[in-house]
């Protein structure tokens, strides 16, 4: 069964820089996309970036030129580099992986910006 598990969550002021991980475990194989979302009180679930193991990266427009999405492949792992971190990033951001055509959600972490 394969497990997607973020860390990396908390607090930090507006301006600050954040890291997230997310590793998917329990299967042998790479998954074929992994991606951000968040989901912030009262609002829908919104994507924040994603990258297939081949293809171009997607970022959504409200976090271009801010968020870094990469991936270690022999890890099975996706980071998200969060800098210039705004209060409406505020949000539980939740890690996705599709192995082998079935999607997997984490749990997510929570990222609080304040001003």
């Known amino acids: 069964q394969v497990q997607v598990a973020e860390s990396g969550g908390g607090s930090v002021q507006a301006g600050g820089s954040m890291r997230l991980s997310c590793t998917a475990s329990?299967?042998?194989?790479?998954?074929?996309?992994m991606a951000w979302y968040r989901q912030a009180p009262g609002k829908q679930r919104e994507l924040v970036a994603t990258?297939?193991?081949?293809?171009?990266?997607v970022y959504a427009d409200s976090v271009k030129g801010r968020f870094t999405i990469s991936r270690d492949n022999a890890k099975n792992t996706v980071y998200l580099q969060m800098n210039s971190l705004k209060p409406e990033d505020t949000a539980v951001y939740l890690c996705?992986?599709?192995?082998?055509?079935?999607?997997?959600w984490g749990q997510g972490t929570q990222v609080t910006v304040s001003s």
């Open positions: 996705t992986a599709v192995v082998r055509f079935q999607l997997y």
């Open positions: 990258i297939p193991s081949l293809g171009s990266i």
């Open positions: 329990g299967t042998i194989f790479n998954p074929d996309v």
